[in-house]
């Protein structure tokens, strides 16, 4: 158990609606991360978020977006979806470091939200 | 693709065998780390090692760092039934990329009691 936890766990959609997925970090982790996990492959990264600002982006297009509250939850709202989207959605926390969000140490992920898009 | 490389992409082995798993990166590394994943479900982290770095122990997982060649090693010793897994490289750059970790594809290893 990381005490990361993610919501919902399974869910189906549509072409072209929209979908968003929760995460509530672990205790005192302040920086939160979401990675797209297509079946068979390893995951990739969507964006970071540190201190509620979006810290670094993937190579995802702009209908993928997310918040990060003060209490260092945090939403991915995916717009528009589209086949390829069905995956599993994997949030990830880490605690502060010396170094701000520039050091990217260990990540404590959640056990993923898989999105089904018929 | 910006992933790295596995190999092998499957291993199959007995109860008690070692198993090892290697993983090839691209850029310049602050840090290389695994992780295991059960059935789909969230990763787990193993280990993470630091590019000035060569070698590193935890328990049964011994993990190598070459970063002249841009590859790593993953040995567990001793398999066990429970160590079934997937098991992924990650590797954050060594200038800042906001928190990024490049995940390879992967080693799906089936340990047989």
């Known amino acids: 158990e990381t005490g990361v936890t993610q919501s919902p766990t399974h869910l189906i959609k549509t072409r072209g609606q929209q979908v968003t997925l929760r995460c509530s970090s672990q205790?005192?982790?302040?920086?939160v991360s979401w990675y797209q996990q297509a079946l068979g492959q390893g995951p990739q990264f969507i964006f970071q978020y540190y201190r509620e600002e979006e810290n670094g982006r993937g190579n995802f297009p702009p209908r993928f977006s997310g918040l990060q509250f003060p209490n260092y939850s945090s939403e991915l709202n995916v717009n528009a979806l589209e086949l390829d989207d069905s995956a599993l959605y994997l949030c990830a926390s880490s605690p502060p470091t010396s170094g701000g969000s520039r050091n990217t140490g260990e990540l404590f992920f959640g056990e993923g939200s898989r999105l089904t898009v018929l | 693709s910006q992933q790295g490389e596995e190999d092998p992409q499957a291993l199959s082995i007995q109860e008690g065998e070692n198993a090892t798993m290697n993983c090839s990166y691209k850029t310049s590394i602050n840090n290389l780390q695994w992780y295991r994943q059960n059935s789909g479900r969230g990763l787990v982290h193993l280990i993470l090692i630091r590019s000035n770095e060569r070698e590193k122990h935890s328990g049964r997982l011994r993990v190598t760092l070459d970063t002249s060649k841009k590859s790593s090693s993953l040995l567990i010793t001793a398999s066990r039934a429970a160590d079934t897994a997937s098991y992924f490289c990650a590797t954050a750059a060594a200038y800042n990329q906001g928190g990024k970790l490049i995940f390879g594809q992967g080693t799906e290893l089936s340990v047989k009691p």
């Open positions: 205790s005192g982790h302040n920086t």
